[in-house]
């Protein structure tokens, strides 16, 4: 009986009914913390894998539109008995395209192109999520899947971070039934960065479940924490980057800098986790600095690969020439 056993170790479900059966899809969730420095010149993240239980999943990393990248988290990984390869959401996504006339709108509620992605990720949702039949008492604040979107907003509006968290509703079939129909509501949309006129421009950090105890990498410079101290006194360009958290002027450093000092730090943020890091530039161009340790898929150029501007985003790691 796998059916959500993930589902059961994030979120604290209650027993499966014995009548549940082994043909039902299970969804694998990714769980863990994203760190993102929005620098000068460009955007340094890093994901760190926090498994939720035996069969979890890591965050993985995908481009949407070719100025975004997103980090998915939570349902992220279905599979559905009748197929040998689980439905991943960071694949085969559509390709978004920036709007010719945007007006922001307020946050939760997201500009013209973000709603698309999230309508495209929520129409990709439904159907896995359609097929749960068995109560899921995830609490009304905890999101089912939820994406990090890292990019460069159009027309010129300058670097981005949103938080898209899709959350689930069940109805019972009849009173003492325990068939449950499920399905996905509209997602939500939180502004992580920029932040407010006049607010701290500092580290952008989030996690899955929300509740993980780790202390923010902020918080640890804050602090002059002795590993942090240590990799100041080793290179003035990270004592330069932490000064710049510290001041709350994260934007002033440059981006290769900030890419450093975060790779300096993540193994000791991770412990014996895995994590990957990255870098995003305006101009669309990404780069691995850590890349996934998933086994490359042997690359096919499906209608979506075809549809994609020229210029998007790969995640692909670049061969090494040596």
Do not use: C
């Not at 990090?148 to 159009?154: D, E, K, N, R, S």
């Not at 990270?238 to 890419?259: M, P, S, T, W, Y």
């Not at 850590?290 to 210029?311: F, L, M, N, T, Y």
């Amino acid at each position: 009986m796998r059916i959500l056993l993930t589902l059961i170790a994030a979120f604290g479900l209650m027993a499966i009914p014995a009548a549940a059966q082994e043909d039902e899809i299970v969804a694998n969730l990714a769980g863990g913390r994203v760190i993102i420095h929005v620098a000068d010149d460009g955007i340094a993240f890093g994901a760190i894998d926090h498994p939720l239980e035996a069969k979890s999943v890591p965050p993985r990393v995908a481009a949407i539109g070719s100025s975004h990248i997103g980090i998915f988290f939570g349902a992220s990984e279905w599979q559905v008995p009748a197929q040998p390869q689980p439905i991943r959401m960071d694949k085969n996504i559509s390709d978004v395209r920036p709007s010719s006339k945007l007006n922001y709108r307020p946050p939760g509620t997201g500009d013209p192109d973000l709603e698309l992605i999230g309508v495209g990720f929520l129409e990709k949702l439904r159907p896995l999520v359609s097929q749960l039949h068995h109560k899921i008492d995830v609490k009304p604040d905890e999101p089912l899947f939820e994406i990090v979107l890292i990019g460069y907003a159009p027309q010129g509006y300058g670097p981005e971070v949103w938080l898209i968290e899709y959350h689930a509703e069940q109805v019972a079939v009849s009173a003492t039934s325990e068939f449950w129909q499920t399905r996905v509501l509209r997602p939500r949309f939180t502004q992580l960065y920029p932040p407010e006129k006049h607010e701290a421009k500092t580290l952008v950090e989030t996690r899955f479940p929300a509740d993980l105890q780790e202390v923010p990498f902020t918080g640890l410079i804050q602090q002059n924490d002795p590993r942090i101290a240590k990799l100041r006194a080793s290179d003035p360009r990270f004592n330069k980057v932490a000064e710049h958290i510290e001041r709350g002027q994260a934007n002033k450093a440059l981006v290769q800098d900030a890419a450093d000092f975060l790779r300096a730090a993540l193994p000791f943020l991770a412990g014996n986790a895995h994590f990957v890091e990255g870098t995003v530039r305006e101009n669309g161009g990404f780069e691995w600095i850590v890349p996934p340790e998933e086994p490359r898929e042997k690359a096919q150029r499906g209608q979506d690969d075809k549809d994609r501007p020229s210029d998007a985003p790969t995640l692909m790691r670049k061969p090494n020439p040596n």
